[in-house]
């Protein structure tokens, strides 16, 4: 049980004074142009709740919302088993082998966010890249510029390259963090490889999992720069996320509409955080299984 | 023996995907791609790194970059340290809707407060500044300090402080003599991920930079036109995973640490 104390305010204050400055007050002013119509910034006209109304009603807006869900449920769906296992079969390997694949599965996530798509343009370039030309010589005809189903491919393993390393690091945390005892007790019990994932590694993962599908759904909820790169949200609007129509009405200096676009991601963004919220902390609060480190 | 095998060859295919990509773009950078007096197209050449160094605009934005990452990373250890240990600490009024709040700003898609930002700092002179991209990184990268911080000081027994205090340590003296030489892997574990996460933004960053104090990144994006020379890209993005594979190498071992929490 930990002492209350509200004198603890005055360590979360400097947090609190940059988080207010740089995130709340952006945020409260973003509200307020929503409700508005601005020809300048300093020409504001109330106009109530038309922008959002514009937003909910088109069929342009549960298009996107649907592309970037079903977007997020794919990467979702490969990168939260591969990272767990990945992370299973590093826990039994040689300290030497995880610091290297660790090392090597992180190096994507320290690439320049613009620099990505340009990587793989690159790589899928059927004159001098060496997977295009690897699907070239296979006879394989990959066109991802007016294929819808090759897009979503290029960028589906562009993301699963650039942020794997973040659910295996998160995964691997999890797993290490369980105290040798409860192997034993399972080794004493004669459980299945099945049953100690089942019933011990996975209830232990469950925070640090939780984590990262949160990371993982939002980074990928609100991927811009990749799928603006690779085709601009085509063929066809086939890769037209919610943050590419927020992009575009951010481009064109419509601050009334991107205001309230911006508020509707804002709050979709909210119901999944506060639903992840209820669903995790049902758990009590306990000290990890982690050697203090001196 | 049978499942070595299998985890070696998983560990073989996982470092090529990861590694294949990569290594084609380092191979691009030492390759003149647009035709030059003197150097054949195509061939091995340093030309690429030679014009970066002769130019100061490129040189700059690498500075540029480095100084608003270590500026970012300065505050968010600053700020989150103290906030991380009266979250692991203590109980306050509000000390759960804080963490969500936070939390929640981790994850707001930067694209959302981007115009609201830019205004604001136009405003008080600190668009176009480092210290400013500095600043506004802060409201992804403080909630992450603050969570993985707060992992490693709840990992240290609470027995540590009493004993510091009863030694007659003040709690400034406290948290320079021994908190923070005991979370030491955890204060690098967050460094590093405030540094990458800093590193590769470009939303806030573009933003911020329309006319001067561009980072790496946006100075990326400049060198793409009518004739981009591919070789220059690729050798300015060699340069820019130079300091993040640093980095990594650095905090290898305790990488995975920085998530352990509450289970």
């Known amino acids: ?294 | 023996m049978k499942s070595s095998l299998g985890r070696t060859v998983l560990f073989v295919v996982i470092g090529a995907f990861v590694l294949v990509p990569l290594a084609q773009t380092i191979m691009t950078s030492f390759v003149s791609t647009l035709p030059r007096a003197g150097i054949t197209e195509g061939h091995f050449s340093l030309v690429n790194y030679r014009n970066i160094l002769n130019s100061p605009v490129l040189k700059q934005a690498i500075l540029n970059s480095i100084i608003y990452v270590v500026l970012n990373v300065a505050l968010c250890l600053g700020v989150g340290l103290p906030a991380a240990y009266a979250f692991a600490r203590y109980s306050f009024v509000g000390d759960r809707q804080l963490f969500f709040l936070l939390l929640v700003f981790r994850i707001t898609p930067t694209v959302v407060l981007s115009l609201p930002i830019f205004v604001l700092f136009a405003q008080i002179g600190l668009e176009n500044t480092p210290v400013g991209i500095a600043l506004v990184h802060c409201v992804f990268n403080i909630p992450i300090s603050i969570w993985i911080l707060e992992g490693f000081i709840a990992s240290v027994p609470r027995e540590f402080d009493e004993t510091a205090f009863l030694d007659g340590h003040s709690l400034p003296s406290f948290f320079f003599r021994h908190l923070v030489p005991a979370i030491a892997p955890g204060i690098g574990v967050t460094a590093f991920f405030c540094f990458i996460f800093s590193w590769v933004e470009v939303v806030l960053a573009r933003i911020l930079t329309t006319t001067g104090g561009k980072p790496i990144t946006m100075a990326i994006n400049a060198l793409f036109g009518f004739r981009t020379d591919f070789g220059l890209v690729m050798a300015m993005t060699v340069l820019a995973l130079v300091p993040g594979i640093a980095m990594i190498y650095f905090v290898r071992n305790h990488l995975a640490k920085g998530f352990v929490i509450r289970t």
């Open chain 1, 1 to 294: 049980m930990k002492p209350y104390d509200n004198r603890a305010w005055f360590l979360v204050l400097p947090a609190l004074v940059i988080v207010t400055l740089v995130g709340i007050l952006p945020l409260i002013a973003v509200t307020n142009y929503s409700f508005q119509d601005l020809f300048s910034l300093n020409n504001p006209y109330w106009i109530g709740i038309d922008w959002y109304r514009n937003i909910v009603t088109s069929d342009r807006f549960y298009a996107s919302l649907g592309r970037s869900f079903l977007f997020s449920a794919i990467v979702l769906s490969i990168q939260l088993p591969l990272g767990i296992w990945i992370a299973l079969l590093l826990q039994r390997s040689h300290q030497f082998i995880v610091s290297t694949v660790l090392v090597l599965i992180t190096v994507p996530l320290v690439v320049p966010w613009n620099m990505i798509p340009v990587i793989w343009l690159n790589f899928i370039n059927p004159n001098a890249g060496l997977a295009g030309r690897m699907l070239a010589w296979l006879g394989v005809g990959f066109d991802y510029k007016f294929n819808a189903l090759h897009t979503w491919i290029v960028l589906v393993v562009m993301d699963t390259w650039h942020w794997l390393g973040l659910v295996v690091v998160l995964a691997y945390a999890g797993i290490s963090s369980i105290p040798a005892a409860y192997y034993q007790a399972a080794a004493i019990d004669a459980a299945s490889p099945w049953q100690v994932f089942r019933f011990i590694q996975l209830p232990k993962m469950k925070t640090v999992l939780s984590m990262a599908v949160l990371l993982r759904f939002m980074d990928s909820f609100m991927i811009y720069i990749e799928a603006f790169r690779i085709n601009a949200g085509r063929p066809d609007s086939a890769t037209a996320f919610l943050s590419l129509d927020l992009g575009e009405e951010i481009q064109s200096f419509n601050y009334g509409p991107s205001a309230a676009r911006s508020i509707i991601y804002f709050l979709i963004v909210l119901t999944v955080a506060w639903t992840f919220k209820a669903a995790t902390s049902t758990r009590a609060r306990a000290p990890v299984g982690m050697e203090p480190t001196r």
